[in-house]
């Protein structure tokens, strides 16, 4: 699955208030630490990050000693787990590095999981535990979980994702066009998965983001300083190609400056294809829209002035290839705001290139003639 429906899984749990312990296995860096504090800041929870890999089976079991009149022992639990007058009600105990760790911490996180205890202490009722690892084949510490242990988590196994990276994490949150720009080129490179053989360096998004945060000070390419810095972050093989790919385009277009007016459409076939995947990704909000009521007057104006960017690019093919990006995100809202572009070479070029866009003669028959709107309407709505 993808660390977006990994996100929706835990969601889920949450939202109908379902105590299930969930694990989440996946390669180092695809964003699973990260996409749970962002449910926790979501959903107002306070998530409490114990990363096991670094704790003994005392710091997670807790520790027993004599009572007072040592007639009987005392259960001490640690002070890192939840407390709901420290931490409040609603909190997502996140117990990370769970397969990194030695056969005793997961013995004494058993029947924290099992029970939602240990000893005298008990988990707050608002408690959600969910924890994280890598698998088997990922190239790193891995010690397989006992099968009782196993046997109580809801087990989801994450996959790297860069469509949902690309939409959710690195547009929002500022990453650099030139990182956003290779990816998308090369989509592949997010994450390399092996170390390359002697190295200890490989690409994962985690280490995108810091590649990015270094050109957002400095962006100079030709700076080996940062040629240094970039390969010390995803390794040779990808640093190298990403340096070269910068080189090449560091004047690439880009999508905001494109759809603006302000510049003309690049001559490189690659240039294009990465100009397209910026323009539908500026719509990148329709997704989740049942509707184009949905969308705000602003929303709405800037799918239709993608949509006109797209009929600016140098061929038709480029063009077509941009409308069925766009009708991906989501198909029905977007042939909505078609219609209400209200634009008769829109609607001829959509005739015109019906087989490629998913329509048969039958759903076009007299799209452009006659009553213009129920005809598009119709025709539009079998091809949902």
């Not at 990453?175 to 090369?186: A, E, G, P």
């Not at 459409?265 to 294809?273: A, K, Q, T, V, W």
């Not at 049942?290 to 929303?299: F, G, T, V, Y």
């Amino acid at each position: 699955m993808t660390i977006k429906e990994f996100q929706q899984c835990v969601e889920y749990n949450i939202e109908h208030g379902l105590r299930h312990a969930i694990l989440g296995l996946g390669a180092p860096g695809v964003g699973k630490s990260q996409v749970i504090r962002q449910i926790g800041d979501k959903y107002g929870y306070k998530v409490i990050d114990i990363r096991l890999a670094q704790m003994s089976e005392v710091e997670i079991g807790g520790l027993i000693y004599p009572n007072e009149t040592r007639t009987k022992t005392v259960w001490l639990a640690p002070d890192i787990l939840p407390n709901e007058e420290r931490d409040g009600k609603n909190t997502i105990l996140l117990l990370d590095e769970i397969t990194s760790c030695n056969k005793r911490v997961q013995v004494a996180a058993y029947q924290l999981i099992l029970d939602r205890r240990i000893g005298q202490y008990h988990l707050p009722e608002g408690t959600f535990v969910i924890a994280l690892g890598n698998r088997e084949d990922d190239d790193g510490v891995y010690i397989q979980l006992a099968g009782p242990l196993a046997d109580r988590f809801e087990i989801h196994y994450i996959e790297p994702d860069f469509p949902g990276w690309k939409n959710d994490f690195a547009i929002p949150h500022g990453i650099h066009r030139m990182v956003i720009n290779y990816l998308t080129f090369k989509p592949t490179a997010l994450h390399s998965q092996k170390a390359e053989e002697g190295k200890m360096v490989f690409a994962t998004p985690r280490s995108w983001e810091r590649v990015s945060d270094i050109l957002q000070f400095n962006d100079n390419i030709y700076d080996p300083v940062i040629q240094y810095k970039i390969i010390g972050n995803v390794g040779e093989i990808e640093g190298h190609q990403f340096i070269e790919y910068c080189k090449k385009h560091a004047d690439a277009v880009g999508p905001e400056e494109f759809l603006r007016g302000k510049a003309m459409p690049p001559s490189s076939p690659e240039d294009l294809s990465v100009l397209i995947g910026g323009l539908v990704d500026l719509s990148g909000f329709v997704k989740d829209a049942r509707s184009e009521d949905d969308l705000s007057p602003e929303q709405k104006d800037t799918v239709s002035a993608v949509i006109r960017a797209l009929f600016r690019l140098p061929k038709a093919e480029y063009t077509v290839v941009g409308l069925k990006q766009l009708l991906d995100l989501n198909r029905p809202v977007v042939k909505q705001i078609f219609y209400l572009l209200k634009d008769e070479r829109i609607l001829n070029f959509i005739h015109n290139n019906r087989y490629s866009l998913g329509m048969d003669d039958s759903d076009s028959a007299g799209l452009i003639k006659g009553d213009i709107k129920s005809r598009w309407m119709e025709a539009w709505n079998k091809g949902k």
